[in-house]
């Protein structure tokens, strides 16, 4: 659990514009607008189990939002009061959830296309990614986008890096389903996400490399 939701009091920083998605795709594999689902024998315990929504996949590098690490505190309210954001309370919710090891005091929304601000990165038709404050007051006020999600925090590779992590079998990737992505059922995430490419993680071998 990240530093801010241990100390719940400790004023955030403002929402940072989101990583600039750089250049042009890597080729015609990217996995922008997909989720990586990290296999039995990932080393990284940050990422056990983990499914991430992919943001962002080219050349330069890659980032995205982990989706099943929720957080508890602070509360979606309490993070409106201590960035002066009205109203509090507010018309209405999203959760919060650890997004990622990088940048973790800092807010992303990772939320539906039918809103977008200034700043916005639209990722594809449905999916966008906003930084600001703007989407929090839509939010707090009753509008905004119809789902999302504020992740503190965000995944991030450098060029080449998840690319190689996957040929390793780091991840697997597979389509992004709505539902998969904005439910709360945080302890089946990972299970289902494998079950979407009808995989029994009991069946994957733990060990890395390539057949």
């Known amino acids: 659990m990240s530093r801010m939701a241990r100390k719940p009091a400790t004023r955030p920083k403002r929402p940072a514009k989101p990583p600039a998605r750089p250049g042009f795709p890597i080729n015609e594999t990217t996995l922008t607008g997909q989720v990586l689902i990290a296999m039995p024998a990932m080393a990284d315990q940050r990422f056990a189990q983990s499914v991430i929504y992919v943001c962002a996949h080219t050349e330069e590098g890659a980032m995205g939002i982990v ?3 929720p957080l508890d505190a602070p509360s979606f309210s309490d993070l409106l009061q201590q960035l002066g954001v009205d109203p509090v309370p507010p018309a209405r919710s999203i959760r919060l959830c650890q997004g990622g090891p990088v940048d973790n005091a800092r807010g992303f929304v990772l939320h539906t296309a039918d809103w977008t601000g200034d700043g916005s ?4 038709d449905t999916m966008a990614l906003t930084a600001s404050l703007d989407i929090l007051k839509a939010i707090a006020s009753g509008g905004g986008p119809a789902r999302g999600v504020l992740a503190l925090g ?3 590779w450098g060029p080449g890096q998840l690319d190689a992590e996957i040929q390793q079998n780091a991840w697997l990737s597979a389509p992004a389903d709505l539902s998969l992505v904005f439910d709360e059922a945080h302890e ?20 890395a490399g390539r057949a």
């Open 67 to 69: 989706l099943n690490r």
């Open 121 to 124: 990165l639209r990722v594809d």
């Open 154 to 156: 965000y995944a991030g």
């Open 188 to 207: 089946t995430k990972w299970r289902r996400a494998l079950a979407s490419l009808k995989i029994d993680p009991l069946l994957l071998s733990p060990a």
